[in-house]
């Protein structure tokens, strides 16, 4: 079809294997050998968008700036798609080899038109290694005191693993865990987080039994490699921390970053640590919608050096996606700054001293999610509606949570989270409901999915704690004020007639 269109030139990745963040890296920063520069990449992925006969295949662009395609160009394609009556295609070219990096050519309809096969993980790894101190993660990864785990769940992200962590920084083989791609994830899901990398949960010592001592530091990745989960041994770090954690050690952790930071951004439902982190810092920070693209436009316009969301994605301004082995190579940067003049000592600062000691400084942001799924589409449209209706009026709102828990702060603030871009003007609406409390912690609802399959609404429950004696609580004690005033206030049961979420996060 390229080449029945006119199109001079298509790069593929070895094997078919490339991972998301590294489309963006190799569109921003591969040259061909004629000088030749990518105008956008097609991405074939086992997406939660589903298509395909199975659901399991989304079909994504990318654009110049190696940033996923924005509303204005899909709305385009779709409406393209209403329309279209025939399409071009080239009969006869020959299968190319893709297992072998090579330029094939052919006479084209067009005139000649190549097909270039390259390895996947050279353009990312050089761009790694411009980002990061990779000799100060040698040293730390050379101690006998310091052991990780990489665990790929069987995506894409074991095709950097083994170049990367063993080739690059001299990491044990043993190291990786399911870091064979596999086309059907080994019959797992790749979600990294605590419910579905059971594996790694289990050497990190967070499984019900643990008998060997688990590593120092752990991390996963998803089928596309663009998300992560962070653990430390016998700890588990939230997404919403660990951007924030990044961003306040940043500078001194990684050179990229040393002439400091541009600003940082998350996504709305994404927890406030990240928050109290640019307001010491004197950080410009922003606060947008759910979806990268909001990022990539401050990014594109300088406004934005570290971002992140609460569903396990990480990134910054290298690339224009969310980058799920940047986020390990950063914790492994300040693992190794923290540790530079310790290498020899009797203990190691670990990943849970330094999300200790980023609490005793910014306070902790006790953090759930409760997913109910196949909701009722109409009962759940009435469940926001009322919230909605209980924003006007907060001395109400106030009266009702007291009536429930005396022991809760007040809402000061609530809305219907609304973005107006800082850069191109454009305005998105209906991003969720927040109730805002005057001590920091925050509810917000959202809904998604609305089609005949039924409705997930997604409440964020966030309680902020700044008294040192009570940051190292356990987070369902912490959260169970919170966790009975949204329930009550929202009238989640007398609404969807669930009793229990479907997820918690």
């Excluded at 785990?149 to 043993?174: M, R, S, T």
């Excluded at 987080?193 to 060997?212: D, F, H, I, P, Q």
């Excluded at 039924?454 to 959260?479: H, M, N, V």
Aim: charge should be negative.
């Amino acid at each position: 079809m390229a080449a029945a269109n006119g199109v001079r030139r298509i790069w593929v990745g070895q094997n078919g294997l490339l991972s998301t963040p590294a489309v963006s890296a190799v569109i921003r920063e591969r040259v061909g050998a004629d000088g030749s520069k990518a105008t956008g990449a097609f991405i074939l992925t086992a997406s939660h968008n589903p298509g395909g006969p199975t659901e399991d295949f989304g079909i994504k662009y990318n654009m110049e700036n190696g940033g996923p395609a924005p509303e204005g160009i899909t709305d385009k394609i779709y409406s393209n798609t209403t329309t279209i009556k025939e399409y071009l295609i080239a009969e006869g070219l020959p299968d190319v080899d893709i297992s072998t990096t090579g330029v094939t050519s052919f006479a084209g309809p067009e005139g000649q038109f190549d097909v270039d096969v390259f390895d996947s993980a050279s353009d990312y790894v050089k761009l790694m290694k411009s980002i990061f101190d990779f000799q100060a993660i040698q040293k730390l990864i050379s101690s006998p005191k310091f052991s990780f785990c990489y665990d790929a769940l069987h995506g894409v992200g074991g095709a950097y693993a083994k170049p990367i962590f063993v080739d690059e920084l001299g990491a044990q083989e043993n190291s990786l865990l399911n870091c064979v791609p596999k086309e059907d994830f080994g019959g797992g899901h790749p979600d990294p987080n605590l419910t579905y990398a059971k594996e790694l949960v289990a050497r990190m010592g967070l499984g019900k039994t643990s008998t060997e001592e688990p590593p120092e530091f752990g991390a996963a990745a998803d089928g596309d490699a663009d998300r992560n989960m962070v653990l430390g041994k016998r700890f588990f770090v939230t997404p919403s921390d660990s951007v924030a954690i990044i961003a306040a050690n940043a500078v001194q952790s990684i050179p990229y970053f040393s002439g400091g930071l541009k600003g940082v951004a998350r996504s709305m439902p994404t927890s406030a640590a990240l928050d109290v982190v640019a307001k010491n810092l004197n950080l410009k920070f922003f606060e947008v919608p759910t979806g990268w693209k909001f990022f990539g436009n401050l990014m594109d316009a300088g406004m934005c050096s570290v971002c992140g969301e609460e569903s396990f994605g990480t990134g910054s301004d290298h690339i224009r996606e969310k980058d799920g082995i940047w986020a390990v190579l950063a914790w492994l940067s300040i693992l190794a700054y923290k540790n530079k003049d310790n290498l020899g000592g009797e203990k190691l600062v670990s990943v849970e001293d330094i999300v200790r000691q980023h609490w005793s400084t910014y306070g902790r942001h006790y953090y759930t999610r409760y997913d109910y799924e196949n909701v009722d589409a109409a009962s759940a449209k009435e469940l926001m509606a009322y919230l909605v209706k209980l924003e006007s009026s907060l001395s109400e709102v106030n009266d009702i949570i007291k009536g429930i828990r005396s022991d809760v702060s007040k809402v000061v603030h609530a809305d219907e989270f609304e973005y107006k871009d800082p850069v191109d003007g454009s305005i998105s609406k209906h991003q969720g409901i927040r109730y805002l409390f005057e001590d920091g912690s925050r509810l917000v609802f959202r809904l998604s999915g609305t089609g005949s399959e039924g409705a997930t609404i997604r409440l964020y429950i966030e309680q902020y704690e700044q008294d040192p004696s009570k940051i190292g609580r356990e987070s369902q004690d912490a959260l169970a004020p919170l966790v009975e005033v949204a329930l009550k206030l929202s009238k989640m049961q007398e609404f969807t007639g669930r009793s229990t979420p479907t997820v918690i996060t």
